[in-house]
């Protein structure tokens, strides 16, 4: 079911469980299915906006510049501000992250 969703055009799912279910275990294979790139963040005690802003235009230039499938795999543990909220919110919505280039 996931790749179905995933070799959609805009297809986001969200996978919702419990701790230990293999939610990303299956968004991974998956992306290896369907032969995406799988992409996460990696937090840090620094990271914030700016650094998430530098992967999220990594994440655009492997999909629309080299046209590759890119999986961007996100967990609850990963959001550490609000403001990646408002910036995922922008991606899933519209497409586009104001400031991002």
Do not use: W
């Amino acid at each position: 079911r996931i790749c179905r969703i995933i070799v959609c055009p805009s297809g986001h799912p969200l996978l919702v469980g419990v701790g230990g279910s293999g939610r990303q275990s299956l968004s991974r294979l998956s992306a290896f299915i369907c032969q995406f790139i799988t992409t996460t963040i990696v937090i840090s005690s620094v990271y914030g906006v700016n650094d998430l802003k530098t992967d999220l235009q990594f994440m655009y230039k492997r999909a629309g510049v080299k046209d590759e499938g890119v999986l961007f795999l996100l967990t609850d543990n990963q959001i550490v501000s609000e403001r990646f909220l408002v910036l995922f919110n922008d991606l899933l919505s519209s497409g586009e992250i104001t400031e991002l280039f």
